[in-house]
T-cell receptor
Framework: QQQVKQSPQSLIVQKGGISIINCAYENTAFDYFPWYQQFPGKGPALLIA?????SEKKEGRFTISFNKSAKQFSLHIMDSQPGDSATYFC???????????FGKGTRLSVIA | KAGVTQTPRYLIKTRGQQVTLSCSPI?????VSWYQQTPGQGLQFLFEYFSETQRNKGNFPGRFSGRQFSNSRSEMNVSTLELGDSALYLCASSLFGRQETQYFGPGTRLLVL
């Protein structure tokens, strides 16, 4: 049973455009929602994370929007750049301590 | 500060063999988690070790095992390899298991023939 569903599987965005990746979760006990960025040959790197007490968190060009009632959260990448081309994973955990449950990833390609 | 290191980076084995992968966490990190990454299943949690004790375990068969040493270095072992074990095995370390402080290594790519 997949506890975190991520969409789309792949995404192509023009340089300067907005990339949007969505995730939905089932376990209402989840209270930590990070996004990871992974480049080929590298391990995932924490990009940005949110807790359910806020509806939005912004760090530079990256924003997480969180909808607790809908059990959904999304990553928005503003002014997408070719260097943002990577695979993005959403994840969730309980109490920030337990193992992360990951979505299946979105391969983002930003084209000039 | 050195990051998480994993050795070897690439490995080819045949079915039925066993394999041991190694992970050296960031200095001072006491928690080490292992994940399996495959194109079909994505990232799946294998187990977590903290202070030499297994603290959490994912839903993998007993062929997958691990251990942690007093210096926080960790090894994972897979016995009786199957074709489906071909994957990228990622190790992540954190201070006390807190996700906010978790850093992943580059992984070991295992190919089972």
């Amino acid at each position: 049973q997949q506890q975190v569903k991520q969409s789309p599987q792949s995404l192509i965005v023009q340089k300067g455009g907005i990339s949007i990746i969505n995730c939905a979760y089932e376990n209402t006990a989840f209270d930590y929602f990070p996004w990871y960025q992974q480049f080929p040959g590298k391990g995932p790197a924490l990009l940005i994370a949110i807790r359910p007490d806020v509806s939005e968190k912004k760090e530079g060009r990256f924003t997480i929007s969180f909808n607790k009632s809908a059990k959904q959260f999304s990553l928005h990448i503003m002014d997408s750049q070719p260097g943002d081309s990577a695979t993005y994973f959403c994840a969730a955990s309980v109490a920030g301590n337990t193992p992360l449950v990951f979505g299946k990833g979105t391969r983002l390609s930003v084209i000039a | 500060k050195a990051g998480v290191t994993q050795t070897p980076r690439y490995l080819i084995k045949t079915r039925g063999q066993q394999v041991t992968l190694s992970c050296s966490p960031i200095s001072g990190h006491r928690s080490v988690s292992w994940y399996q990454q495959t194109p079909g299943q994505g990232l799946q949690f294998l187990f977590e070790y903290f202070s030499e004790t297994q603290r959490n375990k994912g839903n993998f068969p007993g062929r997958f095992s691990g251990r942690q040493f007093s210096n926080s270095r960790s090894e994972m072992n897979v016995s009786t390899l199957e074709l489906g074990d071909s994957a990228l095995y990622l190790c992540a370390s954190s201070l006390f298991g807190r996700q906010e402080t978790q850093y992943f290594g580059p992984g070991t790519r295992l190919l089972v023939l």
